[in-house]
């Protein structure tokens, strides 16, 4: 909700935009099997749509990513949701939020948007069950002012989903 | 080797010894900076340049290309000066880790311009060549292969279920995940896409052939030219076995490409050898490669084991964080160091090896597939040693890739 809003963050620096653009470039030439960037003028906020892949519990899902760029992106992670309605998996809050460390923690600015994906969907097709994290009420609760999920302090456990 | 870096006092401009602004610096040392500068022991701080040229290397954080890049000690990936001064966090106290594969105490090192990058630049661009090829021929067969597909739908969907359940039995078990360690995540990422693939019925991707020749050209500059036939078993044996296995090392080198099931590549590139050679015993190599993948599936665990011991280690870890650039970066990194030795190996193998035609073929092999890849998909011939065919046939695709190799080689001297 709060976080598909405009947020009211910097624009991007120099550098941050001269690298999303050769992602860009380099993401229409070289997409990530299974997603598709919608294109928009808005260099700072992708909406990337994730197919689920075939022969996993999502096969023949589809779902949308929002990726938000700070401003001193590479150097800080995207912040990286699921707009509603997020998949169900252990590890995806109801209001789209990911536990994932590279989001965070382990992030590296020699990541990219097009690793990100990745990343993503193999957690996705590594579950097992269609469920949410046990903790996903109260975590969305504590959201509700639309709090970041890179303000989150995630606690990275499972190594297997 | 430290010794030998600062004897060598560097000339450089004045204004080359401090930030160009690429990023608002936080408390950096000018005087310290400067100093290491001079000394040789971090690259000049050059305007990266939007362009790629062709004596440029590309930064792989701000994506701006400069005439000599940083190494990581840990990894050997480059990184501009500008970007490596944004590495360390301002307050924090932990060791920074290296942003290409995590290893604590990331330090780089400043080995100068040219000379031996130079080389290493060359088989960036080879390969670049060698890509772009493929994804020409891509295109040929794609074509070719929708309608062999529909031809052979039934006979191989059931074969595909077979090799699928003992996929997902890997993933989950224990094993696998002991021995993905640090890099759990381009492990998985491997099973999610061969899964996603299985669909495809039998998809002869070839920007899969390209990843393989990727990785036979980065074993062969790591392990020049020792033992080149237990190199190409090993290749065999990972891609024939599962795709899971090959996943740290393919992953990160394809990123981007769309996944397909080892077996599809084998195919491919036995169907272009049997084509190519026009020999008889080859084609029987093929019948029996395809038709035994479900039973190769079976060993995956043994085989990938043995193919991560053949292979440098580097090449499997410090990958993972990048996008497909990785694999072009890498190549020219294992370049440098073994930039000569790879030169010799090529022409050695291009002359040894009477049987390949290197010179492509790559446009006839439309017809060879045809009829070829039909009895090898429905076949009922069950070989006896089908390992040792697949070797043989591996062999030779890899003196092809090799003799491809040292061919474009002479056209960039």
Redo the contacts between chains.
């Keep these: 909700m709060t976080s598909s809003s405009a947020p009211s963050r910097k624009a991007l620096s120099k550098i941050a935009c001269n690298r999303l653009q050769k992602e860009l470039v380099e993401w229409q030439v070289n997409p990530p099997a299974g997603f598709k960037h919608k294109v928009t003028d808005n260099l700072q906020r992708w909406i990337i749509e994730v197919a689920g892949a075939a022969g996993t519990l999502y096969a023949n899902e589809s779902y949308q990513l929002q990726v938000d760029f700070p401003e001193h992106y590479p150097m800080e992670a995207p912040q990286v949701i699921f707009l509603p309605p997020a998949p169900l998996h252990p590890h995806i809050y109801s209001n789209g939020h990911i536990c994932l460390d590279i989001l965070y923690d382990s992030w590296s600015p020699a990541m990219t948007v097009s690793s990100i994906c990745i990343s993503i969907l193999s957690m996705l097709s590594s579950s097992t069950v269609k469920q949410r994290p046990a903790d996903n009420d109260r975590y969305v609760k504590n959201c509700r002012n639309g709090r970041s999920p890179k303000e989150t302090r995630w606690w990275f456990h499972d190594d297997k989903v | 080797m430290g010794n030998k870096l600062s004897r060598r006092r560097q000339v450089v401009d004045e204004k080359y010894t401090r930030p160009q602004g690429?990023?608002q610096h936080r408390d950096v040392d000018h005087k310290k900076l400067k100093k290491l500068i001079l000394d040789s022991k971090l690259a000049p701080c050059y305007p990266g340049d939007?362009e790629c040229a062709f004596d440029l290397e590309e930064c792989?954080?701000?994506?701006?290309f400069y005439p000599s890049l940083n190494r990581s000690r840990c990894c050997m990936?480059g990184i501009c000066t500008e970007?490596f001064l944004?590495?360390k966090p301002p307050h924090s106290t932990r060791p920074t880790?290296c942003?290409?594969c995590?290893t604590s105490n990331y330090a780089v090192e400043y080995r100068g311009m040219r000379s031996k990058e130079e080389k290493g630049l060359e088989q960036v661009e080879e390969q670049l060549v060698i890509e772009a090829k493929i994804r020409k021929r891509q295109q040929e067969l794609q074509e070719e292969e929708e309608r062999m597909q529909r031809r052979q739908e039934m006979g191989s969907s059931s074969r595909n279920m077979a090799s699928?359940d003992i996929e997902y039995q890997g993933?989950?078990g224990d094993e696998i995940?002991s021995s993905?360690d640090s890099c759990?995540?381009p492990t998985?990422?491997?099973?999610?896409?061969s899964?996603?693939?299985?669909?495809?019925e039998f998809d002869l991707d070839l920007e899969d052939i390209m990843v393989m020749e990727a990785i036979w050209l980065s074993i062969q500059d790591t392990d020049a030219q020792r033992y080149p036939i237990h190199v190409a078993a090993a290749t065999t044996e990972q891609f024939v076995t599962e795709d899971r296995y090959v996943s740290p090392a393919m992953?990160p080198l394809a990123?981007?490409?769309?996944?397909s099931s080892g077996l599809a590549c084998a195919l491919a590139s036995l169907a272009e050898h049997q084509h190519m050679d026009g020999d008889p015993s080859t084609n029987d190599v093929g019948n029996s490669g395809a038709f035994s993948m479900p039973t190769a599936s079976g060993r995956s665990s043994s085989g990938g084991e043995r193919v991560a011991d053949t292979c440098p280690s580097g090449s499997w870890i410090d990958i993972s964080?990048?996008?497909?650039?990785a694999m072009s970066r890498g190549e020219g990194e294992w370049g440098i160091d073994h930039g000569s030795e790879v030169a010799e190996a090529g022409t050695s193998y291009a002359s040894s090896d009477a049987t390949v035609d290197a010179g492509g073929g790559g446009s006839s092999l439309q017809d060879g597939m045809d009829d070829r890849f039909q009895p090898s998909m429905t076949g009922t011939i069950m070989p006896e040693s089908f390992e040792e065919q697949m070797m043989l046939a591996m062999a030779v695709s890899l003196a092809e890739a090799r003799a491809r190799t040292s061919a474009q080689g002479v056209t960039w001297y």
């Design positions: 690429l990023y939007e792989p954080i701000c994506f701006l990936k970007c944004q590495m880790q942003p290409f995590k699928a993933v989950s995940v993905q759990a995540m998985i990422r491997q099973s999610s896409r899964r996603q693939n299985r669909d495809d992953v990123e981007a490409s769309s996944p964080p990048n996008s497909g650039r």
